[in-house]
């Protein structure tokens, strides 16, 4: 049992990592334009094709394939601010961008069915299948190389949008426009610019979870529905618009719902939100709110 | 002007976000093949198929075989003297709530003159619910699982093999199996289906029995998008056999993953579906993953069977590559339209009071083979195959073993990669 526990944990932190690099863009979307954009999910799938197209049909290695789709999904997060959210003003602003996001998780869809079809692909590279040897005795257990890059790569971009939030001055012109956008304007900050910018780095980083996820998973365009209401519920337990927040809840999740699948896994998805439940009901914003996020 | 330009963009955003919903739910196509203009009211048959979601694969083998059958009956006179078929296909997004939705709009509003069943028993049962309320007949191609049989409707008629023993040949050729070559232990992860489940547990009934020790059997909920750590748990026993629970391609892939990055290799592999999908597979196993792989199945493409060769033909005569590339989806569809050809030719009727007497009367021969049902629509006659990925990326047909075109069994399974 204790063998199990440790697996468990394991592949909970490390799977955490993983799913804390589809929420990061997701959660720094909220914090800065107060969009919940669901179109996340399909996105995380649309960076697993580009990384797919790259790998099989130009042999690019899927890290080395980044260089390439993180500026594209940059591109197409500006491109989806600027066409779909921009528009969106008044006081019905916030649960329009849901229906306008929801569109384009619709469109999305739509064009990567025509251009794929139904069938289901997979992302192969050496270090997906192998791994390095943590425990022993009969079958031993392995951590893939993949789960330990990708955590690696969400500590790594946590950091780095700490760094650029906190550090930098077009951070500042972020963080002043996640506290007051009219104020932020009056200062002489390109609010929209921002935005922009912001939502083009929130689906940025989809590319670097999409390929993480295209690795470990049979993918088609239909898998974002499946990934949504996890991230959703992972950002809202760390706190809506915090970063640090959303990597330890993906930790925390997930880790929860690996040791529950031990005894039972068709409990594991219902202690997923029931803790999500629990911890909103003791901390309503969240283990890292949106207040505290933004004070820090 | 700007509250009137954003109440307008608002509204439209509204607008063509719902139209985008409703579209992805419910948004129909039409298709028929015409084969010259006949004055006479074509046959309407209406069909509810999973064009998106989950079974969106699966929903688009069958719309070809549906498809197909259509254009053979067009192209060969229609049925009852020269009526044209004309299917009116709506999606379903693989979703038991919109497929219900679909089969009542079909029927009440689009007064459809036959019904033909949708992908999986998920979505068969509340289909064949609303049939049964209108008095529709309800021949099925994909929905074999006991939840379909337990509803006890007599207008249902399951074409295809019913699923609860589709692996018995399977659990009967490992249970027979000499002692020093039998697993002494397996592992059973299934995911919460009512296709999945009842198959699984047959199988693992007939092992129990036979001395193979459970060592793992859980079910995972449906909707599960990281099977990781269950996976990992499954290698942690060590299992000789796994037999996998699965409805689709994601779900045995995911397992298969986890267990090469375990270094876990059980001696017998064998999942309820997934691995029945041709090229989509190998696509995402790799040919040298798949090799040893077992899959139940009630048809392929070698079938000695005139009608599934006459079949096979033009399929690919119309969607091209090579027998091997014809999905079994395909051919359970194709049946249906059979079945139901075959009942209209006997009655020279659509009515379906008719046609439901009929199809319980009378024996029926499809791509599939013959087909005779029980008053609960069981196809009683149906034939059971086991297939298996062999070397060379090749779909074999290896139990019954006395079946043509079958060959033997690669075992034990080859260690990931090395197929």
């Not at chain 1, 790569?153 to 077009?170: D, E, H, P």
């Not at chain 1, 949504?228 to 950002?235: D, Q």
């Amino acid at each position: 049992m204790a063998r199990s526990l440790y697996e468990a944990i394991i592949d909970g932190v490390l799977g955490g990592g993983v799913y804390a690099l589809m929420a990061v863009g997701l959660t720094l979307i909220f914090g800065v334009l107060d969009i919940i954009n669901i179109a996340q999910g399909i996105l995380v799938v649309l960076a697993a094709y580009l990384s797919y197209v790259l790998s099989v049909h130009l042999h690019i290695d899927l890290f080395l394939g980044l260089l390439v789709t993180v500026p594209a999904m940059f591109l197409v997060g500006v491109t989806i601010q600027v066409l779909f959210m921009r528009p969106l003003r008044g006081r019905e602003r916030v649960s329009m961008s849901l229906l306008a996001s929801y569109a384009v998780a619709i469109i999305l869809e739509g064009v990567l069915y025509a251009v794929f079809g139904p069938g289901t692909v997979q992302l192969n590279a050496w270090y997906v299948t192998k791994g390095v040897q943590v425990l022993g005795g009969p079958q031993p257990y392995y951590l893939p190389y993949i789960y330990l890059f990708g955590f690696g790569l969400a500590v790594l971009l946590v950091g780095v949008i700490y760094v650029v939030l906190y550090r930098t001055q077009f951070g500042r012109s972020v963080r002043a426009t996640m506290q007051d956008q009219t104020a932020a304007r009056l200062i002489g900050i390109d609010v929209g610019r921002v935005a922009a910018v912001t939502f083009g780095i929130g689906v940025a980083v989809t590319a670097v979870g999409g390929m993480v996820f295209g690795s470990l998973n049979a993918f088609n365009a239909n898998s974002g529905y499946d990934l949504i209401s996890r991230l959703l519920a992972i950002i809202i337990l760390g706190g809506l618009g915090s970063i640090g927040g959303a990597l330890a809840a993906a930790v925390f999740m997930i880790t929860v719902e690996s040791v529950v699948d031990i005894w039972s896994p068709s409990w594991s998805v219902v202690v997923f939100y029931a803790a999500l439940i629990l911890v909103l009901t003791v901390k309503p914003t969240g283990l890292f709110g949106k207040r505290e996020a933004r004070a820090q | 002007m700007r509250p009137h330009g954003t109440r307008f963009l608002t509204l439209t955003t509204v607008a063509a976000s719902a139209a985008m919903v409703l579209a992805s739910c419910g948004g129909g196509s039409s298709s028929s093949s015409s084969g010259g203009g006949g004055s006479k009211a074509p046959i309407m048959i209406g069909v509810s198929l999973s064009q998106t979601g989950d079974f969106s694969a699966d929903g688009q083998a069958f719309t070809r075989g549906y498809n197909l059958w259509a254009n053979y009956v067009n192209s060969h006179g229609g049925l009852l003297d020269g009526r044209k078929v004309k299917l009116i296909i709506l999606n379903d997004n693989s979703d038991p709530t919109t497929v219900q939705a679909n089969y009542t709009k079909l029927i009440a509003s689009d007064h459809v003159n036959l019904v033909f069943g949708p992908f999986s028993t998920l979505l068969t049962v509340p289909s064949a619910k609303v049939a049964a309320r209108y008095g529709y007949a309800f021949p099925e191609g994909a929905g074999g699982g006991p939840a379909v049989f337990q509803l006890g409707l007599r207008n249902v008629f399951a074409v295809s093999p019913p699923i609860a023993d589709q692996l018995v040949p399977f659990a009967e050729w490992v249970a027979a199996l000499p002692a020093s070559e039998r697993p002494k232990t397996a592992a059973y992860p299934m995911v919460n289906d009512p296709f999945a489940d009842p198959m699984t547990q047959t199988a693992q009934g007939i092992l129990q029995k036979a001395g193979v020790k459970t060592v793992y059997a859980h079910i995972f909920p449906a909707e599960n998008p990281d099977y990781k750590a269950g996976a990992d748990q499954v290698a942690a026993t060590g299992a000789q056999l796994v037999i996998v629970g699965s409805v689709d391609v994601p779900t045995v892939t995911a397992f298969i993953t986890a267990f090469e990055q375990q270094h876990y290799n059980p001696k017998i592999f064998a999942a309820t579906a997934g691995p029945d999908q041709g090229a989509a597979f190998l696509k995402a196993v790799g040919p040298g993953n798949a090799t040893g792989i077992f899959v139940p199945n009630g048809w392929y493409p070698g079938l000695a069977n005139s009608l599934s060769q006459q079949f096979v033909q033009a399929y690919n005569a119309k969607y091209g590559g090579t027998p091997a590339d014809v999905n079994a989806d395909s051919a359970e569809a194709y049946s249906v339209g059979q079945t139901v050809a075959q009942a209209v030719a006997g009655t020279k009727s659509i009515d379906n009071k008719v046609l439901i007497a009929w199809l319980h009367s009378h024996p029926t021969t499809t791509v599939q083979g013959p087909a005779r049902y029980s008053g609960i629509g069981m196809n009683v006659v149906a034939a059971k195959f086991i297939f298996q990925w062999q070397h060379g990326a090749k779909f074999a047909q290896v139990l019954p073993a006395g079946a043509p075109g079958s060959v033997p069994i690669v075992n034990p399974k080859p260690a990931w990669g090395q197929g």
